[in-house]
């Protein structure tokens, strides 16, 4: 008999048919489910059957019930992870009910993979965290340094922060770009979507969003080294790991700014760089992330309303007290207005820009659209050598010779918002034949 025929299931419901498809749907992967009803849901009563692992039902008039036994399940099963299901909850609700020591919250109904797999992934999260039977922030302040392989803090990777005051400037496209380009130089980098209430980092490198930041805050694990890296996704064209920012923009205020300070240490332990995209705005979790960071990459367009928010900007940057050395001005479509124009802002910001991006709105949009950054899909563009050339301001200039093998652009031939094959796979979403064509990564 297998570890997985052994795993006792507790289901508490009273509704008949609820409890037979759910029976059924744990019974086909060798589950052993068993049932009692919420009015005997005491932990006298569940003690001795035993579970491995509970699926707790929620009616939304009687949270608060649920909540209660949650809570007391936890605490004299910390071993058996509880999940929660039933209608779609509000953020309170969702917020209450891991408050309460549940792992996991299923919308009701659900199907039997997506149930199969809320069962493992929650399984895996409670085994391989540092102590299934210590309260989060406990089991993670005892965490040893020595598991992220890194004990000296000079040692810790590089935090770099895109952020621009104004929307739609190319703040993920230098982020995105930056991060490949790093990583074609054989760095360890990790790229980190911190947009989290609108992040689309995973269109960008057409990734399939199997989890996010919010899995890993809700598995509340997010400062363990090990939960960390179980949370990030491959590109698989690079080996680039990225962590994505929730796919449900709903549940986006569940990630604090102390989640993220958290997550990004933890990070910075096992990279080089850490490179973090944003959204423009200055809420708390956008300040956390500008004021962790060893560099501000700030992109700029060159018309009056960007260079407005940029003159707003470097005021509050001063009065943040951060280190003005920092932040570097990334002039982004620098062509698009003579040259005279941007002799202009630079007299008006009293500073010059630190790098100029080429205008090239065709393949910066087609890279986007086709999923690939355009220093892979136009590398011979003078905008990917724009790009790359942010990669030479950070780790020096390239030998000539090296130069040969720096990322190729490949045969990609996704069309434009060609259709979803990789669902739940762990393969891209779009179709690509990047796999078979590796390309020049170290
Ligand atoms: N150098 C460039 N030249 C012309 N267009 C560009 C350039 N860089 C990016 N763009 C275009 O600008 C648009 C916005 O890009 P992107 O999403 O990277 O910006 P953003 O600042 O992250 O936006 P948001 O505020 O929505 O997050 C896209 O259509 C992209 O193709
Ligand atoms: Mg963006």
Redesign the pocket.
């Known amino acids: 008999m297998t570890q997985t025929q052994q795993l006792v299931v507790l289901i508490i419901d009273d509704d008949a048919l609820a409890i037979r498809k759910i029976e059924a749907y744990c019974a086909s992967s060798g589950y052993r489910p068993k049932h009692v009803a919420p009015t005997s849901a005491g932990p006298e009563m569940i003690l001795p059957l035993q579970p491995d692992l509970i699926l707790l039902k929620v009616l939304p008039a009687a949270l608060d019930g649920a909540l209660a036994v949650c809570h007391a399940l936890t605490t004299h099963l910390p071993l058996a992870p509880v999940i929660m299901y039933g209608a779609a909850p509000d953020t309170s609700a969702l917020q209450q009910s891991m408050a309460a020591g549940a792992r996991r919250f299923l919308t009701a109904p659900f199907s039997r993979e997506t149930l199969l797999r809320a069962i493992s992934e929650t399984r895996a999260q409670t085994q391989h965290a540092p102590s299934a039977a210590l309260p989060a922030t406990v089991a993670a302040a005892s965490t040893p340094a020595s598991v992220a392989g890194v004990e000296d803090s000079s040692k810790r990777g590089k935090l770099i922060t895109v952020f621009?005051p104004k929307?739609?400037?190319?703040?993920?496209?230098?982020a995105v770009n930056l991060a490949v380009g790093l990583r074609a130089r054989g760095k360890r980098t990790v790229l980190v979507d911190a947009?989290i209430t609108?992040g689309?980092v995973g269109v960008f490198l057409n990734i399939n969003p199997k989890s996010s930041i919010l899995e890993l805050v809700l598995s509340g694990y997010y400062n363990d080294p090990r939960m960390v890296a179980g949370h990030l996704l491959q590109h698989q064209q690079t080996g680039l790991s990225v962590l994505l920012s929730p796919l449900q923009p709903e549940q986006s205020e569940l990630v604090t700014p102390d989640h993220l300070r958290a997550v990004l240490t933890t990070l910075q332990d096992q990279f080089d760089y850490v490179i973090v995209?944003t959204?423009?705005s200055y809420e708390e979790r956008v300040l956390a992330v500008l004021e962790m960071a060893t560099t501000i990459m700030v992109?700029v367009a060159p018309d009056l309303a960007a260079v407005r928010n940029l003159t707003a900007f470097l005021r509050v940057s001063k009065l943040l007290g951060h280190d003005p050395e920092k932040v570097q001005l990334v002039l982004?479509?620098a062509n698009s207005v003579p040259p005279a124009h941007v002799k202009e802002i630079e007299n008006y910001l009293s500073r010059p820009f630190d790098h100029h991006?080429?205008?090239?709105?065709r393949r910066?949009?087609e890279?986007?659209n086709e999923g690939t950054p355009v220093v892979l899909r136009h590398r011979e563009s003078r905008?990917a050598t724009d790009l790359l050339a942010l990669v030479d301001r950070l780790e020096g200039p390239l030998p000539t010779a090296a130069r040969a093998n720096a990322p190729r652009r490949t045969g990609w031939k996704g069309g434009l918002f060609a259709t979803s094959s990789g669902q739940g796979t762990g393969r891209p979403a779009r179709e690509s034949v990047l796999e078979s064509q590796p390309v020049a990564f170290a």
């Open positions: 621009s929307g739609g400037v190319g703040t993920t496209t230098l947009n609108c689309n995209d959204a423009a992109p982004m479509r991006v080429v205008s090239d709105g910066a949009t890279a986007i905008l």
